[in-house]
Structure formats: structure tokens, C-alpha cells
């Protein structure tokens, strides 16, 4: 029996359902684009990646790798160009941000910017409030960046000035943002980084992790394989393997665990990049994660010759390389309850959208790690779920602003056609219960909580839009709290997003 509480359930998954006894869907929802929020037109900043935000005693703090590409990959380039920055913004709503003159690092002779961390080995550098009791606070904060194939920590006391390095681990590949936080019911460090799988070596038939790439000579392309293709067209050898998410685990932030491959069940097993990954605010019990899905392509066809940004992809992938001008990107949506199984969407969360000449490229589908809690633009609604996605403009790279209902990544849904949603056996605390759930004028939802006893009490027909609206049941829910029940809600033109019980 799953005992749920007062907690928030939120229907991304099946843990709660009886998928046996159960006709409606669960369905993936899109965010919704909406206004530009901050643009990295600055000459430090170049183009942008791996931004991440977080929310700090009423300040969001704004963190981004910064550079410029073309002049990175240039013989020409100079000392400062070679150097990777990490910068700062900082906002009181998260729509206006700011990008404080910080003075610590120079920029072609000049600290009138925003670094707070430069380095010509820099690849990415990962911020997060260490929320451990027995955190030092001089060690309030933690920069997690790849410092020449480890991952390293570099503490702060106030989030901008960084210093007093840490070894995490040697055993992976790094080149993404690496996620670490602290989960507070499990007392433990939970980390999320970036390796690779199945690399081809010498012999054939056989393949091996990128734990042992690095130190293995004989790394060989197997004939008729996709790496086989990766290195006629001049790839390179990194690319010989699948990337993936490996998962690493401390009490003390001193010994981690040695890192592990994500659990997807039986999903197919697909190049992921990035993973972005969270505990749900709203649900804490749950983790969000948006990893990034790499697509490789091998050659240049008509479908590229009609895809938008020609020139710039041909710019590409003659003067920087094949992979970088042919690969493309989107992101993909997917959850746990435990942090290392997760339940992944295989159908895109961000996809690239309409061409408008600067997307359909490697680099689309990279949002930042992060929400904000949003009014609606409709006066008197719910607030809005906001996330922070990157996109391209003939001028420079800027962060659009994208919506969702709270709970809305995903819902137990019925069409024209009513469907039943059954739970599995559970109990709860509370005698009301209140549902996160839309309907058109036609649709509908009546819930009914039974216990093992056929005792039972039903709902009148709910309709609406809302995502705390009350139930409204025959009678108190009092008799069955505490107790193993199950509940059966008949819908119509309907979603769910999430319930949950609490007290009069």
C-alpha cells in the first residue's frame, strides 16, 4: 500500500496508478513560448550554454557559460578568446535581470563585467546553495566545473567569489553541466554527470566504458557501425561511444560512489546530453530532469540543403567541424521517485519550432535548469510554471521565457470518449481533497474513494480549470483517512494533474 499523506501526487508517472484497471492516457505537455527575458549581447558573453538559475532569500541567481565559438576554434584567436567565462545575472521576479559589475576577473584589460569565473580549461561550471546543516559556511555555495578530464568543486561564501578546490571524481567524461544537490530527506549528495557507453576498441565485437576509455590505446571504429560513419566523416574518436548520465552519490561531499548509467527501464537506449535535473519544488519527492537528446548525421542531403541557416551550417561544418555543422539537438522530459530510475518521455519536451533561420542546429534544445513561479496574463487566474529556454538571433543568443500550468509536464488525460483512472491501493491524511485538473464545457470528472470494505463516497461532477480546486464529495472524507483505499475517477474531455488531501 502507498501511503501518500498530505503530500502533493503528481501524475507523471504510473506509481499510482493501476495501469491494469485504468483506460485514460497519460500525456506529455508542451511549454508555451512567451517573451525574451535577458539577451547575452555583451562582448564577454559571445554565445551562451548551460545556464541555471535558482531562487536564493528572494534573489534568483543567474549563472552561464559564456564564449565566442568561431574565435575559440580560431588559430587567430586571442589569449582571452581561448578562455571560457562563467558569468552572473541576478533578478528579484525572474523576468527582469540585471548583470551586476562584479570586477574580479578582466576581459581584453577591462573587469567592467559580470565574470565571476574564467579559465582557459573551463568547459562549464555548475552553481548550488549547499542546503546541508553541517554545510562550513564559507562553503555556502559550490561552483561544479571539469578542470582537465575531473570534476571538481571550488567553494564560495557569498555565490560570486570562488576558491578552495575539490576532487569529486576522475571517472567520466564531464563535458556538460553536471548537476549536484542536496537532498535533504535522504541526507545524501545526489550527482548527475556526463560519460559515454559502448566504445568500439580493437578486435571488434566488443566495447568498453569511457571509465577506461582514456587509458585504453587500441580505441578502433568497428566497420558497418555508426562510429564507423562518425569517423569516415571526420568526427572524431570522442564520438565513438553514446553519451549518457551517470549517477554518483556522497554523505559528506568527500567520498562519492563510483558512477553508475541512469536506469530507464526498457527504453531505448539513446545518446542523451545534458539532464538538468531537479527536485520538483511542489512535490519534492519527485526529481525532473530535461535531458538533452543528440542526434547524429553523417551526411550533408537535400534536407539539409532546405533547411533554415544554410550558410551558417555550412560555415560550420567547413571551419570548426563536420559534427558540429550535421549533429542537431531537442530536449526531452523525464521524472523519478528515488533520483537513479527515472520514467523518460521519448518524444520531445523542447523541440527546435518553427524554422525562422536560426535554429535546426546543434545547440537547440538546451534549457536553462530552473522555474519560476509566474503570473498568468489572464487577470484573476492560477500562477504559471515558467522555465527559461536559449535561442539564436542574427545578433546574439538570448533566453525566451516558456509557461506551463503548475504540475503540467504531464497528466492523466480522456478525450471525447470517457475513460476510467484507477489507483492502486493507498492512504491518506485528511478529511478534503483537492485536484489540480481542466475540462472543456462539455467535460467532466467524478472521483469515488472506497475502501476495502466496499465502503465507498463519490463526488458530484466536477468541472473547470484549476490547480487547487476542492472536491466536491457527498460527504466528509474523514471515515476513510488512515485506511487502505482506492480511488476510480471517470472522465470525459478532461485532465489531471495532480491531488492531494489535507485537513478542514
Known sequence: MIKIGTRREVFFDTYLINTDKSTADIVLHKPIPEETVLSFDEEWEGNSSYVHFFEDDGIYRMYYIAWNRNKFFSEASGEEDKKLRCCYAESKDGLNWIKPDLGIYAFYGSKNNNIVFMADWLDNFYVFRDDNPACPKEQKYKGIARKKGTLVAYTSMDGIHFDNELVITDMGAFDTLNIVLWDDAAKVYRGYIRSFHDIPIEGGGDYIDYVNASKDKN????????????HKHGAGVVNLGKRDIRYIESEDFVTWTEPKRLDFGDSEDIPLYTNQI???????????????????????TKSFEALCGKDKRLYTLENISRRHGLALTDCVFMCSRDGFHFTRYDEAFFAAGPE????????????????LTTKSKFDGADNELSMLNREYTSTCEKLRRYTLRMDGFASVHAGATEKVLVTKPFSFEGDILFANLSTSACGYLYFTIEDKDGNAVSSCEMFGDSTDKRIGFTSSLSAFAGKEVVMTVRMREADLYSIRFAKE
Open 219 to 230: 580505441l578502433r571504429v568497428i566497420p558497418g557501425t555508426d562510429a564507423d560513419e562518425a
Open 278 to 300: 531537479s527536485q520538483y519544488e511542489r512535490a519534492p519527492h519527485m526529481f525532473v530532469g530535461f535531458p538533452t537528446r543528440y542526434k547524429e548525421r553523417f551526411e550533408w
Open 356 to 371: 525562422y533561420g536560426h535554429n535546426w542546429v546543434y545547440g537547440d534544445g538546451y534549457p536553462a535548469k530552473g522555474f
